[in-house]
């Protein structure tokens, strides 16, 4: 009786999980819907059946430092620039999503039909967003519909890109599957050029030249080395909009579009309350008289061109610095590296001489990594993990983590 519920209760959780991967970047209601309906379900077959998943480790520390900081954040902060308690639900969203796909036990093939599926539904929200950006009578972004904005849409494209290009590396020797896994690079490509992201077309290039290493054979590599000369060229000699936008800011001398401001005021923000900063998702509620009062205080005179107001910081780091202050800063970092270091040596461990490749391993590590890449990259000139492309990242590095337990 028991196997059968957790046969029931697997096959119910997988299938919210689809659900959820398929809503993700088109449909904002029946994702939220889904994802709580996968965590209630998740969360009872942990506790239910799955007792020995709970074995504390260096991971759960890793998390519950992440978990503290979210939930200090903005104490001591004057009430009308922030404080404690706010806006919690995005961030302990994806955080509890990582840590139940950290402990869930999927094997390899719940792995790459969860990739797979999420690929699919990527790749359909964005036709729908092409079609709709190129049928308008007016010049409209290329925003997946659930995603929104065309940067955030940009990071999620860059994100399955990432999937493709590790996915290639595993189906290298399965014809079929390695070209339609090409085709939505390919596709996923151009959504990115048209989204006109300076930061993700760079970080595509080099997700392409990482790519390289995840090959053993000769050939895929110099294929591989090939597509990316191919695709660098094409981008100088036919200056798509993205390139013709660098080139026009560094015209201006804007190559930063004004994210160098942006960047003036969250290290100002970083002062209101230096070690648990002003709170989650707080930083637009900062205005210019705030800021002139701290400058006040440090006898320093306020000067309006050196800030831009904005919804966020436009760097992760920087982010986190000014609404959960160094302390967040700090849980920020310890999780980024950790990440690093065990996709890292995955991967190092799985291509060593006296070990063969297998999905779990290699396909999941290098697909962390690459996410990594995008996560950070793209982190130090727009806001990461968060919302629905945090969701799709944390789903790359919840995967990674189950594999390091589970070799099935």
């Not at 119910?12 to 209630?40: D, H, M, Q, R, V």
């Not at 390695?178 to 997700?207: C, E, K, N, P, Q």
């Not at 779990?360 to 727009?382: C, H, K, R």
Request: aromatic share 12%; with cysteine.
């Amino acid at each position: 009786m028991n196997l059968i519920s957790i046969k029931v209760l697997h096959k119910l959780e997988i299938t919210l999980l689809y659900l959820f991967l398929i809503c993700l970047p088109s449909f904002e209601a029946p994702k939220n819907i889904f994802l709580g309906l996968y965590a209630i379900v998740a969360s009872y077959r942990m506790l239910r059946y799955s007792q020995a998943k709970f074995a504390w480790t260096s991971w759960d520390w890793t998390f519950s430092c992440l978990l503290v900081s979210i939930l200090v954040a903005g104490w001591g902060t004057p009430h009308h620039l922030g404080g404690p308690f706010l806006e919690l639900g995005d961030p302990l969203a994806c955080l509890f999503f990582c840590w139940l796909l950290s402990k869930s036990g999927y094997n390899s093939q719940d792995s790459i039909r969860l990739v797979l599926i999420a690929l699919i539904a990527t790749t359909l929200s964005l036709t729908y967003s092409i079609y709709d950006k190129f049928s308008a009578t007016a010049i409209l972004p290329l925003e997946l519909n659930s995603v929104g904005h065309v940067n955030h849409s940009s990071i999620y494209l860059c994100i399955g890109f990432g999937f493709c290009l590790a996915l290639l590396a595993y189906f290298i020797n399965k014809k079929s599957s390695y070209w339609a896994v090409l085709f939505m690079a390919i596709y996923l490509l151009a959504g990115i050029i048209i989204s006109d992201s300076r930061a993700t077309v760079g970080i595509a290039m080099l997700l392409v030249f990482l790519s390289l290493f995840f090959f053993k054979e000769k050939l895929p590599k110099v294929m591989a080395l090939i597509s990316l000369i191919v695709i660098a060229t094409s981008l100088f000699v036919f200056q798509p909009s993205v390139i013709k936008k660098q080139i026009e800011y560094q015209n201006t001398n804007n190559t930063l579009s004004f994210r160098d401001r942006v960047w003036n005021l969250s290290f100002e923000i970083a002062t209101i309350n230096p070690v648990l900063g002003i709170g989650n998702s707080q930083f637009n509620k900062v205005k210019p008289a705030d800021i002139q009062e701290q400058l006040k205080h440090r006898h320093k005179t306020y000067e309006e061109n050196r800030f831009l107001f904005a919804h966020h910081s436009h760097n992760l780091f920087l982010n986190v610095l000014a609404e959960r202050g160094i302390f967040g800063l700090l849980a920020l970092s310890l999780f980024l590296l950790k990440w690093l270091w065990d996709s890292t040596s995955k991967i190092k461990q799985v291509w060593s001489p006296d070990s063969s490749p297998t999905l779990s391993s290699s396909f999941i590590a290098q697909m962390s990594l690459l996410t990594w890449v995008v996560v950070v990259g793209v982190g130090l000139v727009n806001t990461t993990l968060h919302h629905e492309h945090g969701m799709l990242s944390l789903l790359a590095l919840g995967l990674m983590i189950n594999s390091l337990t589970n070799k099935t």
